[in-house]
């Protein structure tokens, strides 16, 4: 998943030097050099990517201190979505 979001965040930059310069511990805002559209386009570009909704109102920057702390957030959400819901409960 790491090398997969690199991939993604050096694509929205139009950078592919990016691939090579980035890695586990880098921060995706400062390190890649993300502005706030850029941001927004690689978010939507993971949701589509991994199959999963980023709740945007509880979405936290914490998430973007580290390539790594990002895929553990997206993993997490993930998992969630894959809970079978008992039956009878509705989801929204």
Known sequence: MQSRVI?????????PELVAK???????????GLDSL???HFMLQVE????VEIDFDSF???????V????????????????PHPEGIKTV
Do not use: T
Not at 22 to 32: C, P, Q, R
Not at 48 to 51: G, Q, T, Y
Not at 60 to 66: A, G, P
Not at 68 to 83: L, M, N, R, T
């Open 38 to 40: 850029q941001l927004v």
């Open 60 to 66: 936290e920057l914490e998430h973007l201190r580290s």
């Open 7 to 15: 991939e993604m965040i050096s694509a929205v930059k139009e950078d």
């Open 48 to 51: 589509d990517a991994f199959d």
């Open 22 to 32: 980035l890695d586990g511990h880098s921060d995706i805002i400062h390190d890649a």
């Open 68 to 83: 790594d702390a990002f895929c553990s957030y997206i993993q997490g959400i993930s998992e969630a979505e894959q809970v």
